[in-house]
Protein backbone atom coordinates (compact mmCIF):
# COMPACT_ATOMS: atom_id res chain seq x y z
CA UNK A 1 0.00 0.00 0.00
CA UNK A 2 3.25 2.32 -0.57
CA UNK A 3 1.18 4.30 -3.33
CA UNK A 4 -1.74 5.07 -0.26
CA UNK A 5 0.72 6.79 1.93
CA UNK A 6 0.56 10.50 2.36
CA UNK A 7 3.82 10.99 0.99
CA UNK A 8 3.27 9.73 -2.17
CA UNK A 9 -0.28 11.18 -2.87
CA UNK A 10 0.00 14.71 -1.43
CA UNK A 11 2.36 17.66 -1.72
CA UNK A 12 2.43 19.05 2.12
CA UNK A 13 3.55 22.92 0.71
CA UNK A 14 0.19 23.03 -0.37
CA UNK A 15 -1.66 23.30 2.65
CA UNK A 16 -1.76 25.33 5.68
CA UNK A 17 -2.42 21.75 7.55
CA UNK A 18 1.08 20.39 6.59
CA UNK A 19 1.90 19.59 10.41
CA UNK A 20 -1.35 17.89 10.71
CA UNK A 21 -0.39 15.73 7.71
CA UNK A 22 2.92 14.53 9.15
CA UNK A 23 1.76 12.93 11.87
CA UNK A 24 -0.04 10.24 10.35
CA UNK A 25 1.21 6.98 7.75
CA UNK A 26 -1.78 7.06 5.78
CA UNK A 27 -4.36 10.31 5.41
CA UNK A 28 -7.64 8.30 6.44
CA UNK A 29 -5.97 8.34 10.04
CA UNK A 30 -6.48 12.32 10.35
CA UNK A 31 -10.16 12.43 10.22
CA UNK A 32 -10.95 11.48 13.55
CA UNK A 33 -8.63 14.12 15.00
CA UNK A 34 -9.32 16.51 12.34
CA UNK A 35 -11.82 19.02 14.32
CA UNK A 36 -9.17 19.05 17.20
CA UNK A 37 -6.93 20.38 15.09
CA UNK A 38 -8.98 22.87 13.12
CA UNK A 39 -9.71 24.47 16.62
CA UNK A 40 -6.26 24.16 17.71
CA UNK A 41 -4.97 25.87 14.29
CA UNK A 42 -7.13 28.21 13.82
CA UNK A 43 -6.54 30.08 17.30
CA UNK A 44 -3.17 30.48 15.97
CA UNK A 45 -4.02 32.43 12.82
CA UNK A 46 -2.97 36.14 12.65
CA UNK A 47 -6.21 37.91 12.88
CA UNK A 48 -4.85 40.57 10.87
CA UNK A 49 -5.30 37.92 7.60
CA UNK A 50 -7.95 35.89 9.05
CA UNK A 51 -11.37 37.32 10.32
CA UNK A 52 -13.16 34.97 13.21
CA UNK A 53 -16.66 34.35 12.52
CA UNK A 54 -18.71 32.89 15.26
CA UNK A 55 -17.26 30.29 17.44
CA UNK A 56 -14.47 28.34 15.65
CA UNK A 57 -14.95 29.57 12.20
CA UNK A 58 -12.21 31.69 10.58
CA UNK A 59 -12.42 33.09 7.61
CA UNK A 60 -9.36 34.42 5.52
CA UNK A 61 -10.28 38.53 4.70
CA UNK A 62 -9.02 37.38 0.89
CA UNK A 63 -11.54 35.23 0.54
CA UNK A 64 -14.23 35.63 -1.39
CA UNK A 65 -17.79 33.80 0.50
CA UNK A 66 -21.44 34.47 -0.48
CA UNK A 67 -23.86 35.55 2.10
CA UNK A 68 -25.93 32.50 1.50
CA UNK A 69 -23.36 30.31 1.77
CA UNK A 70 -23.23 28.21 5.49
CA UNK A 71 -20.39 27.97 7.39
CA UNK A 72 -20.43 25.45 10.13
CA UNK A 73 -18.01 25.15 13.06
CA UNK A 74 -14.83 24.30 13.18
CA UNK A 75 -13.75 25.17 10.14
CA UNK A 76 -11.12 27.47 8.14
CA UNK A 77 -11.16 29.59 4.93
CA UNK A 78 -7.93 30.03 3.34
CA UNK A 79 -6.60 33.29 1.44
CA UNK A 80 -8.48 33.92 -1.79
CA UNK A 81 -10.90 31.19 -1.47
CA UNK A 82 -13.73 31.49 -3.22
CA UNK A 83 -16.66 29.84 -1.50
CA UNK A 84 -20.18 29.90 -3.99
CA UNK A 85 -23.68 30.61 -3.22
CA UNK A 86 -25.89 28.43 -1.04
CA UNK A 87 -22.77 26.41 -0.23
CA UNK A 88 -23.02 24.19 2.47
CA UNK A 89 -20.14 23.49 5.10
CA UNK A 90 -21.33 21.72 7.74
CA UNK A 91 -17.81 21.44 9.52
CA UNK A 92 -14.53 19.68 10.46
CA UNK A 93 -13.32 21.43 7.00
CA UNK A 94 -9.83 23.32 5.83
CA UNK A 95 -10.47 24.98 2.17
CA UNK A 96 -7.27 25.69 0.70
CA UNK A 97 -5.82 28.68 -0.72
CA UNK A 98 -7.35 29.73 -3.86
CA UNK A 99 -9.95 26.76 -3.41
CA UNK A 100 -13.13 27.20 -4.98
CA UNK A 101 -16.26 25.29 -3.31
CA UNK A 102 -19.78 25.66 -5.53
CA UNK A 103 -22.63 26.45 -5.66
CA UNK A 104 -24.92 23.92 -3.24
CA UNK A 105 -21.85 21.73 -2.79
CA UNK A 106 -21.41 19.94 0.47
CA UNK A 107 -18.45 19.56 2.65
CA UNK A 108 -17.76 17.58 6.15
CA UNK A 109 -14.96 16.77 7.53
CA UNK A 110 -12.78 17.11 4.88
CA UNK A 111 -9.21 18.91 3.76
CA UNK A 112 -8.68 20.70 0.04
CA UNK A 113 -5.10 21.60 -0.48
CA UNK A 114 -4.73 24.32 -2.15
CA UNK A 115 -6.49 25.18 -5.39
CA UNK A 116 -8.40 22.17 -5.69
CA UNK A 117 -12.25 22.67 -7.00
CA UNK A 118 -15.40 21.36 -6.18
CA UNK A 119 -17.44 24.06 -7.64
CA UNK A 120 -21.00 21.96 -8.94
CA UNK A 121 -23.30 20.04 -6.93
CA UNK A 122 -20.55 18.43 -5.27
CA UNK A 123 -20.74 16.08 -2.21
CA UNK A 124 -17.55 16.00 -0.19
CA UNK A 125 -17.16 14.03 3.34
CA UNK A 126 -14.37 12.14 5.06
CA UNK A 127 -12.46 13.08 2.43
CA UNK A 128 -9.01 14.80 1.68
CA UNK A 129 -8.49 16.42 -1.67
CA UNK A 130 -4.62 17.16 -2.45
CA UNK A 131 -3.49 20.30 -4.74
CA UNK A 132 -5.34 21.13 -7.96
CA UNK A 133 -7.79 18.37 -7.59
CA UNK A 134 -11.05 18.60 -9.32
CA UNK A 135 -14.70 17.12 -9.19
CA UNK A 136 -16.70 17.79 -12.21
CA UNK A 137 -20.08 18.56 -11.64
CA UNK A 138 -21.89 16.40 -9.74
CA UNK A 139 -19.45 14.01 -8.85
CA UNK A 140 -19.86 12.81 -4.84
CA UNK A 141 -17.74 10.80 -2.80
CA UNK A 142 -19.83 7.96 -0.97
CA UNK A 143 -18.60 8.11 2.43
CA UNK A 144 -20.87 5.12 4.52
CA UNK A 145 -21.23 1.49 3.14
CA UNK A 146 -24.81 0.58 2.82
CA UNK A 147 -24.74 -2.26 5.09
CA UNK A 148 -22.69 -0.09 7.69
CA UNK A 149 -19.84 -2.41 7.99
CA UNK A 150 -16.29 -0.47 8.34
CA UNK A 151 -14.18 0.50 5.65
CA UNK A 152 -11.40 -1.60 3.86
CA UNK A 153 -8.87 0.20 1.65
CA UNK A 154 -8.19 -2.90 -1.23
CA UNK A 155 -5.36 -2.52 -4.03
CA UNK A 156 -5.65 -5.86 -5.41
CA UNK A 157 -4.90 -8.57 -2.62
CA UNK A 158 -3.93 -6.35 -0.21
CA UNK A 159 -6.08 -4.80 2.44
CA UNK A 160 -6.15 -2.25 4.74
CA UNK A 161 -8.93 -2.43 7.40
CA UNK A 162 -9.17 1.56 8.61
CA UNK A 163 -11.37 1.23 11.55
CA UNK A 164 -13.77 3.94 10.18
CA UNK A 165 -17.88 3.36 9.68
CA UNK A 166 -17.37 6.81 7.63
CA UNK A 167 -14.75 7.09 4.89
CA UNK A 168 -14.95 8.88 2.06
CA UNK A 169 -11.67 8.86 -1.03
CA UNK A 170 -8.58 10.36 -0.55
CA UNK A 171 -7.45 11.87 -3.95
CA UNK A 172 -3.69 12.90 -4.66
CA UNK A 173 -2.62 16.20 -6.45
CA UNK A 174 -3.99 16.83 -9.99
CA UNK A 175 -6.73 14.32 -10.00
CA UNK A 176 -9.58 14.80 -12.15
CA UNK A 177 -13.19 13.39 -11.45
CA UNK A 178 -15.41 13.51 -14.52
CA UNK A 179 -19.04 14.75 -13.74
CA UNK A 180 -21.83 12.54 -11.93
CA UNK A 181 -19.19 10.21 -10.49
CA UNK A 182 -19.36 8.34 -7.32
CA UNK A 183 -16.24 7.82 -5.64
CA UNK A 184 -17.21 4.85 -3.20
CA UNK A 185 -16.27 4.42 0.67
CA UNK A 186 -12.35 3.89 0.93
CA UNK A 187 -11.14 4.84 -2.50
CA UNK A 188 -8.05 5.99 -3.37
CA UNK A 189 -6.97 7.87 -6.72
CA UNK A 190 -2.95 8.26 -7.30
CA UNK A 191 -1.76 11.43 -8.24
CA UNK A 192 -2.29 12.51 -11.83
CA UNK A 193 -5.18 10.17 -12.63
CA UNK A 194 -8.78 11.05 -14.15
CA UNK A 195 -11.51 9.16 -14.09
CA UNK A 196 -14.22 8.93 -16.65
CA UNK A 197 -17.76 10.99 -16.38
CA UNK A 198 -20.29 8.63 -14.98
CA UNK A 199 -17.96 5.73 -13.01
CA UNK A 200 -18.98 4.10 -9.90
CA UNK A 201 -15.21 4.16 -8.67
CA UNK A 202 -14.05 2.10 -5.91
CA UNK A 203 -10.29 0.49 -4.36
CA UNK A 204 -6.72 2.00 -5.53
CA UNK A 205 -6.40 3.97 -8.56
CA UNK A 206 -2.89 4.00 -9.52
CA UNK A 207 -1.16 7.69 -10.17
CA UNK A 208 -0.85 8.69 -13.93
CA UNK A 209 -3.85 6.83 -14.53
CA UNK A 210 -6.93 7.17 -16.84
CA UNK A 211 -10.02 5.06 -14.75
CA UNK A 212 -12.84 4.31 -17.47
CA UNK A 213 -14.63 1.80 -15.86
CA UNK A 214 -13.91 -1.16 -13.84
CA UNK A 215 -10.88 -3.54 -14.65
CA UNK A 216 -10.21 -0.64 -17.70
CA UNK A 217 -8.07 1.24 -16.31
CA UNK A 218 -5.07 2.31 -18.42
CA UNK A 219 -1.71 4.36 -18.03
CA UNK A 220 -1.75 8.17 -19.17
CA UNK A 221 0.41 8.21 -21.95
Same mark, same amino acid.
Given at each position: #??????????????? =?????????????????????? =???? *?????P???????????V??? !?????? !? &????????????????? !??????????????? *?? $??????????????????????? $? =????? !??????????????????????????????? @??? &??? #?? *?N????????????????????????? $? $?? @????????I????G? =??? @??
Amino acid at each position: #MEQCKIQNLYDLKET =IAADYMTTAEYPWELLAGLSNY =IIKL *GETLDPERYEKRGEHVWVAKS !AKVAPT !A &FLGSPLIIDEEAEVRHC !AFIRGSAIVGKGAVV *GN $STELKNVILFNKVQVPHYNYVGD $S =ILGYK !AHMGAGSITSNVKSDKTLVVVRDGQEEIATG @RKK &FGA #ML *GNNVEVGCNSVLNPGTVIGPGSSVYPL $S $SV @RGVIPAGSIYKRQGD =IIK @RV
